[in-house]
């Protein structure tokens, strides 16, 4: 177990925010602190310790509205790591099914003296509504196609890790980016830390407006592949869709998802990333999704410890 004022001292002055609602309102020095913080927790964890005592006397409610794997597990596990108690809310059986209001249910919960929500909703703007009427803390795990920071976060944190800085890189996100809370995370991380952003995909799932924004947008993805420094590989969201967006899941693999014939023509060290879950044959193949450019699993590791980041600096301030 390491000790807590021992190594760590109390969170930076820099940072003075108590809810972690999306990259789009953080500066740059933010984000950078977020990600410096995160590769400390990373190293302890490395070295086998399991428990950081910085948030003994913290409860934390995962509030998940929507289906969750990676980030339900991880933000549990990063608040547990950090000594905080964690309360798993379930929707389906909680008194949303009779017709409870989300802020009638998070009021109520915050009553039982709770000190952070970890929300995931299907409606955009869902964690700042909260943030607004609740006297806690408040971490978006994604609202919506709207953001969702923290995958945003560990995204460019395995970034940085393997090419030690974000600046002067070109990163494209291939696939849904119009039901995409990731793509828009990391649009507005990386843009703020200097790296060029390429958005790839159907023409019916990637808007021309980018540009507007300063990003780039091809709707071809073989003519950008010996450009790109990092391809993020985005699921298609069919859970969000209206309408079909392309003709067949066939065609679109045939369009966009990475090969290994599409890997011969990219650059030497482009490393590859995805936010998960990943659809095998679709939007990637085993051989990519396995190879040694795939930073897949590093995401995952990364996402425990830009969320004990997260906790720890919304939640141990003074």
Known sequence: MVNTTEHWGEVPAA??????????????????????????????????????????????????????????VSFGLAA??????????????SSIAKGESIIDTAKNIEAMQIDCVIVRHSCPGTPKFLAENLRCSVLNA????????????????TIRQRFGTLKGLTVALIGDIAHSRTARSNIWGL???????????PS????????????????????ILDRADVLNLLRIQFERQVMRPFPSIAEY???????????????????????????????????????????ILEQVTNGVAVRMAALWLTLGQK
């Open 15 to 72: 940072w003075n925010r108590r809810h972690l609602l999306g990259l789009e309102e953080l500066s740059a020095e933010e984000i950078l602190l977020i990600l410096d913080q995160a590769e400390r927790f990373r190293n302890v964890l490395k070295r086998g310790d399991r428990k950081i005592p910085l948030l003994n006397d913290k409860t934390c409610v995962n509030l998940f509205f929507e289906n969750s794997t990676r980030t339900r």
């Open 191 to 201: 843009k703020k830390l200097g790296a060029n952003v390429i958005v790839c995909g």
């Open 253 to 295: 693999s045939h369009l966009y998802g990475m090969n290994g014939a599409r890997m011969r023509r990219t650059k030497e060290n482009v490393l590859i990333i995805a936010p998960g879950p990943i659809n095998r044959g679709v939007e990637v193949t085993p051989e990519v999704a396995d190879g040694s450019h795939s930073a």
């Open 142 to 157: 994604g609202d919506g196609p709207h953001e969702h920071p923290t995958q945003g976060l560990l995204d460019i944190l």
């Open 80 to 93: 547990r790591r950090i000594g905080a108690d964690v309360i798993e809310f379930a929707a389906s059986t």
């Open 204 to 223: 019916t799932l990637v808007s021309t407006h980018w540009k507007d924004v300063g990003v780039e947008y091809c709707y071809n993805l073989d003519e």
